[in-house]
C-alpha cells in the first residue's frame, strides 16, 4: 500500500473509532458493535492487516457494557466501567501515530483486567487471582479442541461456544495472562466465521463434513500451534488473526447475515440473547 493509500485508510478508520466514541458516549454499545464490524471492512477494503486491531478489540469491549447495562445491579457502576472504556477508546485514537500492536495488546489486557473487577459477579468475588490457573485450564481447553475435534463436524453442535463458556468463567474467576487472553479472541472470532462455514456447508438438513473440515483446517491447525507455545508471537498471532477476519467479512458479502439465528458470542459480557447483530 503506497503511504498516499495509507493515509487515507488511517483517516477513513479514525472516522469509524471517532463515530464510537460518540455513541459510547450515547450508551448506544449495540451500535457500536455494527461500526465495529464496519471498521474490519473498511480493514478489507484497503487490505490493512496492521490496523484492524482495534476494530476487534472495540467489538469485544462493547459485550461488557451490553451485559452491564442489561443488569439492573450492575448497570449502577456505568459511569465507573465507562471511564475505564473511554481510557482505552483514547489510547486506541492514539494508537494510529506509530501502528504499535504489541502496544494495542497491552492496553487491552489491561482494559479487561481493569473491567473485570466491574464485571465479576458476588459468586466471583470469593475466588482469587489466579493466572497460572488460567493458563492450565486454557491448556486443557485446546487439548479438548485437538482431541475432539469431530464435534466441531455434527449437526447443531454447539462445540465453540461450550469452549468459550469456560474460557470466559475462568477469565471472570481468576483472571488471566496476555496469552490466554489472545487465545480467547482467536477462538471467538473463529466462532464467527465458523457459522458462515457451517452454514455454507448444509443443506437440506445435511452437513458437508468433509468439506467443512477443509475449509476449517488452516484455522484448527493454528489452534494446536499456539497450543505448543509458551509465548505468542504477536506479529504471527495477527497475520492468523487477520486471515480469519477477513474471510469472516468477505462471507458477510456473500451471505448478508444468517439466516437463522444462534447465540451470540459475548463471552466476557454478562448476559447471552438472541440476535444476528453481531453478523
Known amino acids: 500500500m503506497s ?42 477494503i484497503f487490505n490493512q ?47 494510529f501515530k506509530d501502528l504499535n500492536e504489541e502496544y494495542l495488546w497491552k492496553e487491552f489486557y489491561k482494559y479487561n483486567l481493569n473491567i473485570n473487577e466491574i464485571l465479576r459477579d458476588d459468586i466471583s468475588i470469593h475466588y482469587l487471582k489466579n493466572p497460572q490457573f ?11 479442541i485437538e ?22 468463567r475462568v477469565i471472570r474467576n481468576h483472571y488471566s495472562n496476555l496469552k490466554e487472553l489472545m487465545v480467547y479472541i482467536y477462538i471467538k472470532f473463529l ?12 443443506s437440506n438438513n445435511q452437513l458437508d463434513k468433509e468439506k ?23 506479529n504471527d498471532f495477527n497475520k492468523n488473526l487477520w486471515e480469519i477476519i477477513k474471510k469472516w467479512r468477505e462471507m458477510y458479502i456473500i451471505y448478508k447475515g444468517l439466516s437463522i439465528e444462534r447465540d451470540v458470542l459475548i463471552p466476557l459480557g454478562l448476559k447471552r440473547t438472541k440476535t444476528n447483530i453481531q453478523k
Open 3 to 44: 503511504d498516499k493509500d495509507l493515509d487515507l485508510a488511517i483517516k477513513i478508520l479514525q472516522q469509524d473509532i471517532a463515530t464510537c466514541v460518540y455513541l459510547f458516549e450515547k450508551d448506544d454499545f449495540r451500535l457500536i458493535n455494527i461500526i465495529a464490524n464496519r471498521y474490519l471492512e473498511n480493514c478489507l
Open 49 to 95: 492487516y496492521k490496523l484492524f486491531l482495534p476494530g476487534v478489540f472495540i467489538k469485544d469491549m462493547v459485550n461488557d457494557y451490553i451485559g452491564i447495562i442489561s443488569n439492573p445491579e450492575k448497570r449502577k457502576t456505568i459511569n465507573s466501567a465507562k471511564a475505564i472504556g473511554v481510557g482505552l477508546l483514547s489510547r486506541i485514537q492514539d494508537s
Open 134 to 144: 488460567s493458563s492450565l485450564s486454557f491448556k486443557f481447553l485446546l487439548d479438548y
Open 147 to 168: 482431541s475432539h475435534e469431530d464435534y466441531l463436524y455434527m449437526i447443531n453442535n454447539k462445540f465453540l461456544e461450550g469452549i468459550l463458556d469456560i474460557m470466559v
Open 191 to 202: 466462532g464467527f466465521l465458523y457459522q458462515y462455514i457451517y452454514h455454507e456447508n448444509y
Open 212 to 234: 467443512l473440515k477443509k475449509d476449517l483446517s488452516i484455522y484448527f491447525k493454528y489452534i494446536i500451534y499456539l497450543k505448543t507455545k509458551k509465548e505468542i508471537d504477536t
